[in-house]
Structure formats: C-alpha cells, structure tokens
C-alpha cells in the first residue's frame, strides 16, 4: 500500500495538466498503481512544488540535468513542458548550449536530436514555422 495521500496525488495532477504532462507515466501504472501515486503524488505534488523555486526555474533545472545525463528517455516530455508553461525555443537551445559546453558535444548532439524530435510532432512549435521565404 503506497505512502501517497490523495491530496498530494491530486496536486501532482493539477501540476502535471498545467506543464501539459498529465497522461505521462502511464506505463508506471500499467505496471504498479504504487509506482504510479509515488511519481505523480511524491515529485510532482511533493517535490516539484516546495518553495524556493518557481516552475519554470525547476523545469529549466530538470532540462539541464537530463541533457547533461544523455537522457534516452523522460527529456521529450520536458521539452514539450517547458514549452506549455512559456519557455521560449530560444531559452531551450540557451540551456542546450551552456550544458552542451561543460559536458560535452555527444551531449549537447542529443538533446538536440531529442528537441528536434518533438519540434516536429508539433508543427505549431516550430521556430522556422514563422519564417517567411526570402521573396
């Protein structure tokens, strides 16, 4: 039986809707209800919202640590955040860049592939959408 109260799993939710993730972590389900309340109920309605820090800084923070990690999984669903709460493509490829530089090219090469990956499944989020051909 899990830890998590119902208020805390709750406030993971409402946070997980605001960034835009709240079908994430499915498979945890699948496997363990448990597993499931714990990411939803501990880090997102525990940990992501202590004071000290506001969501963006933590989204940036969680961004910068999976690049410099080489992340194969979990980064898509935090570009895709940082984009719902108003982080701009140029902010993104800062963060890109400044860890890319203290770990290394391999790094900053996939968290761009991995960006890349989710500009293109939103044609809206593009940032050469609104570029017009030299006319």
Not at 74 to 83: M, Q
Not at 104 to 114: L, R, T
Request: with cysteine; net charge negative; proline share 5%.
């Amino acid at each position: 039986m899990t830890i998590v109260d119902d208020e805390h799993f709750e406030r993971g939710m409402k946070l997980l809707t605001e960034m835009g993730r709240e079908k994430t972590m499915r498979d945890h389900k699948q496997l363990s209800e448990d597993l499931y309340r714990y990411s939803v109920g501990f880090l997102f309605g525990e940990i992501w919202q202590r004071p000290g820090l506001s969501l963006r800084d933590r989204q940036l923070i969680t961004l910068a640590a999976n690049i410099a990690m080489s992340r194969p999984t979990g980064s898509h669903s935090h570009f895709r955040s940082a984009k719902k709460i108003g982080m701009t493509h140029e902010e993104i490829m800062e963060v890109i860049i400044h860890v890319g530089m203290y770990t290394g090219w391999p790094c900053m090469s996939h968290a761009v592939k991995q960006y890349l990956e989710v500009l293109q499944q939103d044609p809206t989020a593009q940032p050469w959408a609104a570029e017009q051909p030299p006319g």
